[in-house]
């Protein structure tokens, strides 16, 4: 453990968007690292900022800036065409990156351009990828150099369905429905009229029904196959959180319990995913700025119907809280650290 | 027609409460009714209003204030404790009924008891009463004398499903999901914690999964057994607006315009059912304010999946509205007066 | 009047915006007029529509097409600068125009220029438009050939002020005070980061403070001179409405119903201008959707303070209701006709 | 300091309100101290936890669990009504006290019933109260027994005016106005018409205007006289924070730098109150979830106008935040532990 040692660099590039502050915020809390923002644009937007307190330093985005900083780790926080160009040299530098967009998620470049429309240029490096969801995979994160950092839904997809997948109590054959829900921070911070505030405000609606670039992400870690699980996305008009209501059918389980002691043993050493009693749900109250990702369910047992809640902040557990649990299994620190 | 004979009279009971205001809104622009504004309660709240602006008369709810105002039609819009203490009485005097209440919609006492938790003291009026869903009980309703105006959750699923159901295109045996997201007026306007500003803003929650009082309406409306439809409700933080993401599997279904023929035909007749091209959805601002129930959907024809979507306004279409519409048919108005 | 013969033509340029938009659904329960939406942009926005509900007809904003539609008036609900480039080629034609931008508000081309940052190309223009508040200028209005239909804020703020200045129990070497709140639509639908919903909502934030583009309108129509008169602009976190907060010291007024008569003589025969008693204020649900401006105040007789409170609907009387009232006054309808 | 021994104990009354929820967040953060929550009520309300989450152990409001938890200090985030029951015990007992509401604000109990509308019973401990704004009376706050917790409204007002009036800068004889808006949480988490969702979301309300229980609070400690400040309080359809804009007359101020360095002279040792240039101002987002008040202003010289913006999170700094800045002072801590 370097623990000790030295204060880590980590570097954030796209801290001005809603996911890149959120990990500016974490991270200014992390008592081992030192964060240095990384400029990506040229049109730089101007905060009014008390008088007194500085803003903070920022430097290009280049791997020459990042090797003279000393840069341990890049976070991207980025669109996956920025990720695409820019991760591949800072690798050869010799710096790791964390990235956020959906860049390097799917393990090969066809299903790539299927689901994000457009051609992976660094196909090489979706091999190489380690997709940063640690309640399934902490042991090849310490060591990645390259993590492709969870979609918000299919992090609280995830989490909800695999204790009970690898249990082997799903009837898959009757289908698996993920209603999701998400808050506007999911769209990102670029204007548009889709997330202007009149339009949000008192509104709800359905957008990327079935189709959905985060379908593909549920698949890989799941095992499922394409007609075995239907997703729909909707637009909450509130900033941040992610609420998935899921809907399955089960096989051979006889009361509510059990199905809690499937998650019970597969979240044990696991402090991020917080289970309920059964019939008791987590509200995005409960997950809002947090790194905590909480499962609720109802059970029945004579139609085997089960229905979960799984919520998280899509901010937290679904982006930046996630990136910085990533880093400090990465970078040798305890788990928690900043996040609880 | 007695369109242009005299203006009938009609009451509103409970027009303090968000279903009820909504209700004397929408009768005010209505060309052949007056309003009698009838008092149930003893505590009444005083409202600011403009000068010049007298607050509307009030009467007693009582038997003999409505014979003595010629009140030729009563709307119940109040808990549906209260709706079975007065109906009976109203109804023995000879003036029509429309209840709001989930007082009168199930056909027999026991399953009332099971749902709302207490025993029925008018039963008798249980078979009498005609469910007031134009869609499906148009000429039913014409000579009602009590309607069970229906609850704003089944009305949304009733008018998605009935038509799949009726043309026998639907799997039952793989079940049906109704995943239904409400504003904050579909709680009433009684003060409470849970629907306090500050719990609600922000936030998202789920309640009510698989155990909900609209359940019994969707059977009882559908045919479809216990077991063959999941309902979850959630609260959305809005004022108003009802979304609902239905998901089933159909049968021996080519394409998608074939599920929408099936809904064109079936709702030819009816001009508040609003239909979208395949793949295409309503939002709630759609549909806020107005009679209208929106369906679009989604259908994958190589796994007959459907996702649909049916939004309406709770308090429009899921209650006052809707009320107002069978008030037409009863009193021979056109079914559109006021509403359009 | 005009009223019994053909129905007129009316042309909205702008009608995707959240003004025109409203003007659009103003007018179609009008039983006057007939409307044109007039394109006057490339870039057309598709909107999602029911089947069977089709698209309004759209004709280009040229001249030559609105002779052709025979439009005997026009709505400009476009910014400043379309406003003010489009103006005179329309009132060439000889048809009537109602501006809702601040193009035509200001009576000399240096103060245009002077608040608006640019240059007046058609300041001809500036003597012949009349300020289109019909409660100070109802005559005048019936006649004219161009509006400037007034600001949203300078509305509240005049329709509050200048019965108690006429009256001359203003203190003004006190100074009065404007503190001003509108809810965002009255920020345009253009998308900015400004108006985006994750930085409005849950905030609220000053902006516009002694300096804003509407203070010369009060001036203006006041006759308060620029150091009497201080005003602030808020941006609050809803759709739609304004509230001003009016802050100024009286001479002379011995009790509160002294000021309230001063109002009520001098609205009398305006039936949108709303009062309330002494100590009694609107809020924002008495006036939205709705072409109300509903004042109400509080005295203090020993201090001579008064606190007028001043609400409207930014898009009701503060845009497009006004605009409605207008045109009624233009083309001999009744002044409310489509307005209650 | 005593930073070093042993922690101290808090208790916290009214940990069930949004001020005293607010308290216990803060405190667990807090290295020094271990809360214990004390109840005073009989109805307790059951949160949902997650499983494992242990409910936070409660003991009951009273001097002899008090003294047996050997607690040092005790917060009272309870009504007036409550802490004037409570605090006098808790005193005698020798443990200290600091109270968030009303009760011991004011210096005499004749002020205090005329604003509360009922006697006070523990007049005698009015004089011994210390009122609790540690940029005004920071040494006094370290020895006290029984801190009074300011009003939200008053220190937002009383940061923005002292120094001006210290400064002898501001001409009282044209009075000050202070336009005050505020989150729900300040009016307290019972459930109330008022604070209902559907009444408050896409809102805005004048209420308390001249007459408001926060009034005296300013009064007493800016020295300004009853005709010379206008307060009017207004509810934000948001959770927190307290945006107020003040509007007053300068004396013999040259410019606004001159303005500005009275401001940074007088809160030169005073971390939680920060500046901006003129012509700058927070919004709500710069201060919620923190312990700071931020004051930006613009300043004409000529009419000697200035307007003030002052804000805070009406949690933190206007109530929790502010508790605990007082704590620290009084048990030896750092001022700023556990509010940066």
């Not at 660099?9 to 809390?29: D, K, M, N, Q």
């Not at 160009?85 to 351009?113: C, F, K, N, W």
């Not at 979706?126 to 950092?149: C, H, Q, T």
């Not at 299919?154 to 690898?166: G, V």
Request: hydrophobic letters at 40%; proline letters at 5%.
């Amino acid at each position: 453990m370097n623990n000790n040692s030295r204060r880590q660099t980590v570097g954030v590039v796209g801290f001005r968007g809603y996911s890149g502050a959120e990990l500016v915020r974490i991270l200014e809390r992390h008592p081992g690292v030192e964060v240095v923002l990384l400029e990506h644009r040229s049109d730089s937007e101007q905060r009014v900022l008390p008088l007194g307190q500085k803003p903070p330093k920022v430097v290009p985005a280049t791997v020459e800036a990042i090797a003279q900083e000393k840069v341990d780790l890049v976070f991207l926080a980025t669109p996956a065409e920025v990720s695409i160009a820019l991760a591949p040299g800072i690798l050869q530098s010799g710096t790791r990156v964390i990235d956020l967009s959906g860049a390097y998620r799917l393990r090969d470049a066809e299903t790539y351009s299927r689901w994000y429309k457009e051609r992976h240029t660094a196909p090489e490096l979706l091999a190489k990828a380690v997709y940063g969801l640690p309640e399934f995979y902490r042991e090849r994160i310490r060591d990645a150099r390259l993590i492709a950092n969870p979609g918000c839904y299919p992090t609280a997809a995830n989490l909800a369905l695999r204790p009970l997948l690898d249990a082997q109590v799903v009837d898959r054959s009757r289908g698996i429905i993920c209603d999701a829900k998400s808050g506007v921070t999911g769209a990102g911070r670029k204007p548009s009229l889709r997330t202007s505030f009149c339009e949000v405000t008192e509104n709800f609606s359905a957008y990327g029904i079935v189709e959905h670039r985060h379908v593909p992400e549920v698949l890989q870690n799941s095992g499922l196959g394409e007609r075995e699980f239907t997703f729909a996305a909707h637009l909450l008009p509130i900033e941040r959180g992610i609420l998935e209501t899921i809907y399955l059918r089960t096989e051979r389980v006889e009361k509510a319990v059990d199905l809690l002691s499937i998650y019970e043993d597969y979240y044990a050493e696991h402090p991020f995913v917080r289970l309920y009693a059964p019939g008791k749900f987590p509200d995005l109250r409960t997950v809002q700025h947090t790194n905590f990702c909480d499962i609720g369910f109802v059970f029945d047992a004579e139609s085997q119907r089960a229905v979960i809640v799984s919520a998280e902040d899509n901010l937290g557990k679904g982006a930046a809280g996630q990136a910085v649990q990533n880093m400090n299994l990465m970078l040798g620190f305890t788990e928690t650290e900043a996040l609880l």
